[in-house]
């Protein structure tokens, strides 16, 4: 199995999984997994070597590459409104609980504030963590990478309106942890994501058509990241 773990700040992991990162947050009384990743492995093993603290699972959104180790756990967290996206298992499933916006995750002298970010999924979130001055995990901000804006539960407006009210508590946080591509990145970069979002949907930024795991889509590079949309025959 070929996965990394890193120490991105004190008592903050990420593990990198097929292209994709998830993370652990470790207060003094418990720990906070966000995301299990895109291959199937032994997470409540992976996390013991890194702390002895009773574990939350919360998923950022329902994407396949961000919950293939659920099954690890008896329940895990997530905005109902991606709900409707996770497969459906048997009995033995875990339990789906419902988180919100501003809904926090108290670790013990660290707290975990949820940021509803809409457009990329319907659930997508990501979390504020005041004291390190960090967003950390989910696929709407991020550099060098591609974000996924294809299929019916994707909306790109709903995007550039999540952005645009991020922005409004940037005095909050200086940098963002991603899922995908550049590991950290700057606040300043939430403004550039929605203009070139706006630009696409504008027509400003000129598509070229490819395919994404055997489905055609549009894909706009806007310079800082690109976007995988839904093609226009």
């Known amino acids: 199995m070929d996965y990394k773990i890193s120490e991105i700040e004190e008592k903050t992991w990420a593990v990198e999984d097929d292209g994709v990162r998830f993370f652990l947050a470790d207060g003094d009384e418990r720990a906070l997994l966000i995301d299990s990743g895109m291959t199937k492995m032994d997470l409540p093993a992976i ?3 890194l ?3 009773p574990v939350t699972l919360v998923n950022t959104h329902a994407d396949v590459d961000h919950i293939s180790s659920n099954d690890a756990f008896e329940s895990f967290y997530m905005h109902p409104s991606d709900f409707f996206l996770y497969p459906r298992r048997d009995g033995n499933a875990p339990r789906m609980l419902p988180v919100f916006e501003k809904d926090v995750f108290d ?6 504030e949820v940021i509803h970010l809409p457009g990329h999924t319907p659930g997508s979130i990501t979390f504020l963590d005041r004291k390190k001055r960090l967003l950390i995990g989910g696929d709407p901000i991020q550099t060098g990478g591609a974000i996924y804006m294809f299929g019916r539960h994707r909306d790109m407006d709903a995007y550039i309106c999540s952005l645009k009210r991020l922005m409004k508590r940037a005095d909050e946080f200086d940098f963002i942890i991603p899922s995908h591509a550049d590991p950290r990145i700057r606040r300043e970069v939430i403004p550039a ?3 070139g979002a706006e630009d696409i949907l504008a027509g400003k ?3 070229y058509d490819e395919e994404v795991g055997g489905t ?3 894909t706009y590079d806007t310079g800082i990241t690109r976007f995988y949309c839904d093609r226009n025959e």
């Open 47 to 49: 996390i013991k070597k």
């Open 51 to 53: 702390t002895d603290h």
């Open 107 to 112: 670790l013990g002298n660290r707290t975990l």
């Open 193 to 195: 994501l929605a203009e």
């Open 205 to 207: 930024v000129k598509g």
């Open 216 to 218: 055609p889509v549009t």
